[in-house]
């Protein structure tokens, strides 16, 4: 058998679930290697029990012989592994994912996971409802208004689909809530989003399952996302500007040249529509700063 040719499975379902669902926040991006067809999830990939990166590569599109750092053919060989290993949730075999807890027999596909923990770090652990790690609270029960998405979030430990801030007194959070502002924020601007604590926070939502990509923040990844930096303002902004060319006229060295104003930069004026500006290094402050 050629090792990097892909499994006999639906060309358009993950190879570990057998599954096509793409939800990154659920079960990592959805993908497909140029070279050997294969699609799969990225969190099957690195909660596969069987598998270990073994080469620092990073893109899954151009290596050849591998996705991610795992190799082509130690995927197949642990697509083989797991399609003997049957679901404890749905009873299917290719169930690739045991718990981490020795002696345990619980294995899983990873969207049959239901009350379970996977963490995203070291040797990418997986526990059982039984064994997955807890947080610790001085008091539950009832409800209260998750910060993230101003909904109401139960609070208590027992619960997989909420989450206690380490940080801050009695703050509770959607689980699915935390994943989506980690994939928003990226490691390095993964922060509460109540007092803004970083180390602290991080720590404990990795620890109880949250996946935070190390990559930078989405709204950083946006093409031109700080073009509006650049701009300038350039406009005359007092009430009654007598330029006859306009308020959006500027012509440098002359009395209908625009100065900003020296608090704020925001707001504008010609040097002709202001009695105490006389020249380009005047110092002005528009009425809004005055007032401050």
Request: hydrophobic share 30%; proline share 4%; glycine share 6%.
């Amino acid at each position: 058998m050629n090792e990097n040719k892909p499994p006999a499975a639906k060309p358009v379902n993950c190879i570990f679930c057998n599954s096509s669902v793409d939800c990154e926040d659920k079960h990592g991006e959805y993908l497909q290697h140029n070279f050997s067809g294969m699609k799969l999830h990225y969190f099957c990939l690195l909660l596969a029990s069987g598998l270990n990166q073994t080469i620092d590569v990073t893109d899954c599109t151009t290596e050849k012989g591998s996705i991610y750092g795992f190799r082509i053919k130690d995927i197949v060989a642990e697509y083989h592994r797991a399609s003997r290993l049957r679901c404890s949730f749905c009873h299917k075999k290719g169930a690739s994912i045991g718990c981490a807890v020795p002696r345990c027999k619980v294995k899983f596909h990873h969207p049959c996971a239901e009350g379970t923990v996977s963490q995203f770090y070291d040797q990418f652990p997986s526990f059982c409802k039984l064994h997955r790690p807890m947080q610790s609270a001085e008091k539950e029960g009832g409800t209260t208004t998750c910060p993230v998405c101003l909904d109401p979030v139960c609070c208590s430990i027992k619960t997989i689909s909420s989450l206690k801030t380490p940080c801050c007194h009695d703050v509770w959070m959607h689980r699915v809530c935390v994943q989506q502002h980690a994939n928003s924020s990226g490691l390095h601007f993964f922060r509460c989003p109540v007092c803004n604590d970083g180390e602290i926070f991080t720590e404990e939502m990795r620890r109880m399952g949250i996946h935070i990509p190390e990559r930078d923040a989405a709204w950083e990844m946006t093409h031109d996302a700080f073009t509006d930096l650049l701009h300038r303002h350039a406009e005359c902004d007092v009430e009654d500007c007598v330029c006859p060319h306009g308020r959006d006229f500027s012509l440098k060295g002359s009395e209908w040249a625009v100065v900003l104003c020296d608090l704020c930069g925001s707001f504008g004026t010609h040097i002709g529509c202001h009695d105490d500006v006389d020249c380009e290094n005047s110092y002005y402050a528009c009425l809004n700063c005055e007032r401050i």
